[in-house]
């Protein structure tokens, strides 16, 4: 127990960027976290509706073993608060999800979403500027005609770099329910949209029209069963994707089938087991996030107890099950008085597909290595991470004697809590949200 790394083969060091605020407000808690394709820029949106992006330095030549750290790149407010006259509803600025699409030029393009509209936002850079034009004077104001006397070429000025972020496309009025998910597909051409019924196809190009590619809403809503919480689109096969649902069920759809994908190529559940059947099996049944690996032939789901991994080729049960806290099976009637056992937790796969990581109370973020089965629990807080120093694993105490490393159930704060976490696509660094903190950990560079 002397070192982390004989539970995972990644150690990681507290954070090179800490985007905080001493006195925060509802606004700075950090909803979403996402890497871009590469892992040189990393997104995260907040519930005042603000975008921060960061960029990796580039290694120094000085020290060229020294990995880059990140630095707030751009930051631009993505959407802002609405009130839907029609319904009497306030609409929220709460960014919900945001997906990069691939770098296809020198700009970056990336989708951000609250509860009713998504937009389509450009991030690119500028450090020259045109001067000498011939109808406008160098502050803009148009010049008058009589004083033209000679024709001026402009001419492009250098100027400090700035980074300007533009929305190009935004894409509303299609969802009377709040958005959940958005995915972008491997054709690049077109993305989904999903509320609690229903799931929208999208062409990039096209904002005033979408095709409805799932609708459970039955005719009478007093016949509702259960809603769809989370979707993503296969990350090879662009006629693929899975939906979730409250229910603990996961489907598998193929758009070559129909247009209307009202009936599913694969169902994936698991038959629950009678003898630990309760008031909160349906609650904590229900799967708030739902991932591919890269490789695409497995699918993870995360519930409130657990991380699943599922074979795309085995219906019936998950492969491998992951307690992630199973110590608060005893606390969950407290859990639902504070109403924290409706926290919708993510997870999210590393590179190779071989770790995953997914959030809990305290501050606290488990991984789960899947080749030797060993696990890890760690915590991002300031009081516990002092930069270069390697993270302890932390452990809980249910009853008995308490070690002097261990920290009692009854003593977990479920005001901190870890719902968004991302891992860069190759590389082993890991992006965590500790409410209005943003903690990035790297392996340690010997």
Same mark, same amino acid.
């Given at each position: 127990?002397k070192?982390?790394?004989?539970y995972?083969?990644?150690i990681?060091?507290?954070?090179?960027?800490?985007?905080?605020?001493?006195?925060?407000?509802?606004a700075d808690?950090?909803s @979403?976290v996402e890497f871009n394709h590469?892992?040189?820029?990393l997104?995260?949106? *907040?519930?005042?509706?603000?975008?921060v992006i960061?960029?990796?330095?580039?290694?120094s030549?000085?020290?060229?073993?020294?990995r880059g750290?990140?630095n707030?790149?751009?930051?631009?407010?993505?959407?802002?608060p609405?009130?839907d006259y029609?319904?009497?509803?306030e609409?929220?600025?709460k960014?919900?999800?945001?997906?990069w #699409?691939?770098?296809?030029?020198?700009a970056?393009?990336?989708l951000?979403?609250?509860?009713?509209?998504?937009?389509l936002?450009?991030v690119?850079e500028?450090?020259?500027?045109?001067e000498?034009?011939?109808?406008?004077?160098? *502050?803009?104001?148009?010049?008058?005609?009589s004083?033209?006397?000679? #024709?001026?070429v402009?001419?492009?000025r250098?100027?400090?770099?700035?980074?300007e972020a @533009?929305p190009?496309?935004v894409?509303?009025?299609?969802h009377?329910?709040?958005?959940?998910?958005i995915?972008v597909?491997?054709d690049?051409e077109t993305?989904m949209?999903?509320?609690?019924l229903?799931?929208?196809?999208?062409?990039f190009?096209i904002t005033?029209?979408s095709?409805?590619?799932v609708?459970?809403?039955?005719?009478?809503?007093e016949?509702?069963?259960e809603?769809? +919480?989370?979707a993503?689109f296969?990350?090879?096969?662009?006629? +693929?994707?899975?939906?979730?649902s409250?229910?603990? @069920?996961?489907?598998?759809?193929?758009?070559r089938?129909?247009? #209307?994908? *009202?009936?599913?190529?694969?169902?994936?559940?698991?038959?629950?087991?009678?003898?630990n059947?309760?008031?909160?099996s349906?609650?904590?049944?229900?799967?708030?996030?739902?991932?591919?690996s890269?490789?695409g032939?497995y699918?993870?789901?995360?519930d409130?107890?657990?991380?699943?991994?599922?074979d795309?080729?085995?219906?019936?049960?998950?492969?491998? @099950?992951?307690?992630?806290?199973?110590?608060?099976?005893?606390k969950?009637?407290?859990l639902?008085e504070?109403?924290?056992?409706?926290d919708?937790?993510?997870?999210?796969?590393n590179?190779? $597909?071989?770790?995953?990581m997914?959030?809990s109370?305290?501050n606290?973020?488990?991984?789960?290595d899947r080749?030797?089965?060993? *696990?890890?629990?760690?915590?991002a807080?300031?009081?516990?991470?002092?930069?270069?120093?390697?993270?302890?694993?932390?452990?809980?105490?249910?009853?008995?004697?308490?070690?002097?490393?261990?920290?009692?159930? $009854?003593?977990? $704060?479920f005001?901190?809590?870890?719902l968004?976490?991302?891992w860069?696509?190759?590389?082993?660094?890991?992006?965590?949200?500790?409410?209005?903190?943003?903690?990035?950990?790297?392996?340690?560079?010997?």
């Open positions: 127990m070192c982390f790394s004989r995972l083969p990644y990681f060091r507290p954070p090179n960027t800490i985007l905080s605020c001493s006195c925060h407000t509802e808690i950090i @979403t590469t892992g040189e820029l997104a995260t949106g *907040d519930k005042g509706g603000r975008v960061f960029q990796r330095e580039q290694e030549k000085n020290q060229p073993h020294r750290e990140y707030v790149y751009s930051t631009f407010q993505s959407h802002e609405e009130f029609l319904k009497s509803l609409i929220e600025e960014i919900n999800k945001i997906r #699409l691939p770098q296809q030029n020198a970056y393009f990336l951000s979403t609250n509860d009713k509209t998504v937009k936002w450009k690119s500028r450090d020259k500027r045109p000498g034009y011939n109808l406008k004077d160098e *502050d803009g104001r148009f010049r008058d005609p004083m033209i006397t000679m #024709l001026r402009p001419v492009l250098p100027m400090d770099l700035m980074v @533009t190009r496309r894409f509303a009025n299609a009377t329910y709040h958005i959940n998910s995915s597909n491997s690049y993305y949209s999903a509320d609690d229903r799931i929208n196809l999208w062409n190009e005033n029209q095709f409805n590619i609708d459970i809403k039955p005719a009478n809503m016949e509702l069963t809603v769809i +919480t989370a993503e296969h990350p090879h096969h662009c006629n +693929t994707f899975v939906y979730s409250s229910k603990g @069920t996961i489907r598998l759809c193929d758009m089938a129909s247009a #209307l994908c *009202d009936r599913h190529s694969k169902f994936f559940e698991e038959p629950e087991d009678p003898s059947r309760s008031f909160f349906e609650i904590i049944s229900s799967i708030s996030d739902v991932k591919f890269h490789s032939r699918i993870m789901t995360r409130y107890l657990t991380v699943k991994v599922w795309l080729n085995m219906e019936n049960r998950p492969i491998e @099950t992951y307690q992630v806290h199973d110590y608060l099976r005893s969950l009637c407290s639902y504070n109403d924290c056992i409706f919708k937790f993510e997870c999210v796969w590179g190779s $597909d071989s770790v995953i997914t959030g109370y305290n606290f973020f488990r991984m789960f080749n030797t089965k060993r *696990d890890v629990t760690l915590e807080s300031r009081e516990n991470s002092k930069p270069r120093a390697i993270l302890k694993p932390r452990k809980v105490c249910v009853g008995g004697k308490r070690k002097k490393d261990e920290i009692s159930v $009854d003593s977990l $704060d005001s901190k809590k870890i968004h976490t991302a860069h696509p190759s590389e082993n660094i890991i992006a965590v949200a500790a409410t209005n903190n943003l903690y990035i950990f790297q392996d340690k560079v010997n």
